[in-house]
């Protein structure tokens, strides 16, 4: 099975503050890797598909590139609503894994 | 407006079964490849399994935690997705998500229903 690293598992950060999330796959997984969002009580909310394109109605401000075998999610100016939990989840083969999510939290 | 509704979740012994539904509005279910993922209670997202559109002969694939005990299928008359969950374990306790997927190069899920909790007990 593909194991994906995230990191950190979790940080602090204030409203405007520009955050990165990092994700690391095991082997090559090309750009087959997506980005959630998960806050409270709530299910997730597909942010992020093939690495780098946004889901409809994403904001602009969420942004995800690749180099190699690493991921990154940005968000380029925390918003309120923001803060949740966040996972990667590589498609690029069977069984599906995810890393073990990122919690931004209120500073 | 797409929407995914989850039902069937609830109370089982281990060993017995539940057959979960994933009822869908607002897009054409038989062009879409559907999934169901859970949450154990304060732990991650888990892969639970998929299946592909009639088109590409309904094949499912799944997790090794519940092959052979779990089954996906799909109506897509009824625009519904269930998950047929046999041999239940109290490690199966979660809340199942049901998923549409999107086909770029692969899949990726694009929406998600609002889950449905399973508890495994004696």
């Known amino acids: 099975d593909i194991q994906m690293t995230q990191s950190p598992s979790s940080l602090s950060a204030s409203v405007g503050d520009r955050v990165t999330i990092t994700c690391r796959a095991s082997q090559g997984i090309s750009n087959y890797l997506a980005w959630f969002q998960q806050k409270p009580g709530e299910a997730p909310k597909s942010l992020i598909y093939?690495?780098?394109s946004l889901q409809i109605g994403v904001p602009s401000r969420f942004s995800g590139s690749e180099s190699g075998t690493d991921f990154t999610l940005t968000i380029s100016s925390l918003q309120p609503e923001d803060f949740a939990t966040y996972y990667c989840?590589?498609?690029?083969?069977?069984?599906?894994?995810f890393g073990q999510g990122t919690k931004v939290e209120i500073k | 407006e797409v929407q995914l509704v989850e039902s069937g979740g609830g109370l089982a012994q281990p060993g017995r079964s539940l057959r979960l539904s994933c009822t869908t509005f607002g897009f054409t279910f038989g062009d879409y490849a559907m999934s169901w993922f859970r949450q154990a209670p304060g732990k991650g997202l888990e892969w639970v399994g998929f299946?592909?559109?009639?088109?590409?002969?309904?094949?499912?694939e799944y997790a090794a935690s519940v092959k052979g005990r779990f089954t996906i299928s799909r109506d897509d008359s009824k625009s519904i997705a269930y998950l047929q969950m046999n041999s239940l374990k109290t490690e199966d306790t979660a809340v199942y998500f049901c998923?549409?997927?999107?086909?770029?190069?692969?899949?990726?899920?694009?929406?998600w229903g609002q889950g449905t909790l399973v508890t495994v007990s004696s």
């Open positions: 989840q590589q498609s690029s083969s069977y069984p599906r894994t």
């Open positions: 998923c549409r997927e999107l086909y770029s190069g692969t899949y990726y899920v694009d929406y």
């Open positions: 299946i592909r559109r009639k088109t590409y002969g309904g094949t499912t």
């Open positions: 093939a690495a780098s």
